[in-house]
């Protein structure tokens, strides 16, 4: 029976490179606009201290 | 849904333990008689097939419960939905397409399963691109909600193509008729414990997905009220 590991490894990488870099991805997204939402209320609580 | 939001990590860290462990059984478990080593294809393929089904009935509920609700939880986990799905059913037809070479001797075949599920590849694309292709959050959300409920036609076609018509697909690997499943001995547990971690996978993937969306949106709402303030 012919060895068929080429088309395994190729299958395991695939996935991985799928579910392991969507993971990657939307997690160092989800971290950016985390920190971006956070300076942008911290100026918004400037300003208004500013108002006040 | 934020406290969900928080324990993902935790969700993430435990499914990547589960994953590697399912791992070190697929490649422990003997080769089949007749496939060979091209059966551990099987372990990705089957698993994210069945996640790809899955994922889009939770679309179809989340699309339903927003159109009936109107609840932007329901909206932002259904745009996450589909994200997900799409993932899931790409792998499915690269990793069937990888197997059907060396097992049918073709890598496509307008068969009535596959044909399915590329239609279902091509549904979660379509939702993408609607819902990108308006720039008010609540038309896009009903429009895509729309199209998907109309689009679960496809998952009993997929799910019954193998019964109803002859296909070059087998049928189902988890057939409880009165003969069992027809993945028996060592090959099934691997099979099952490798469900379980796609199912926690998808569920950390989503919500993922969802945590980004629901900053993205909160973001641009701010913005949009800065820009109306100045």
């Not at chain 2, 009903?142 to 049928?171: E, K, N």
Request: with cysteine; net charge positive.
């Amino acid at each position: 029976m012919p060895d068929y590991s080429v088309y395994v490894m190729v299958v395991y990488l695939f996935a991985a490179l799928v579910y392991g870099g969507l993971a990657w991805v939307w997690g160092r997204a989800g971290r950016t606009l985390a920190l971006r939402l956070t300076q942008m209320q911290d100026r918004e609580g400037d300003n208004h201290s500013v108002g006040r | 849904m934020n406290r969900l939001l928080a324990w993902n990590r935790w969700l993430g860290w435990g499914t990547l333990l589960l994953l590697s462990a399912c791992l070190w059984m697929v490649f422990h478990v003997p080769m089949d008689y007749q496939q060979g080593n091209a059966v551990r294809i099987l372990y990705v393929h089957v698993p994210s097939a069945k996640m790809a089904l899955f994922v889009y009935l939770i679309l179809t509920l989340f699309s339903i419960w927003y159109l009936w609700k109107k609840s932007e939880t329901a909206d932002i986990l259904a745009e996450a939905a589909a994200y997900v799905g799409a993932a899931f059913a790409l792998v499915t037809l690269v990793s069937g397409s990888l197997w059907g070479k060396p097992m049918w001797g073709t890598w496509w075949a307008w068969d009535a399963r596959l044909t399915s599920m590329l239609v279902l590849l091509i549904l979660y694309v379509g939702i993408i691109a609607l819902r990108n292709a308006f720039d008010d959050t609540v038309k896009g959300g009903r429009a895509t909600a729309i199209l998907a409920i109309f689009g679960a036609v496809d998952l009993p076609i997929i799910h019954f193509s193998v019964v109803w018509w002859r296909t070059l697909h087998q049928p189902p690997s988890f057939n409880q008729s009165a003969s069992g499943p027809t993945i028996t001995g060592p090959l099934l547990p691997p099979l099952i414990w490798m469900s379980v971690a796609f199912v926690l996978l998808g569920m950390f993937l989503l919500l993922l997905k969802a945590r980004e969306i629901q900053q993205r949106r909160t973001l641009d709402a701010m913005e949009l009220e800065r820009a109306s303030h100045a």
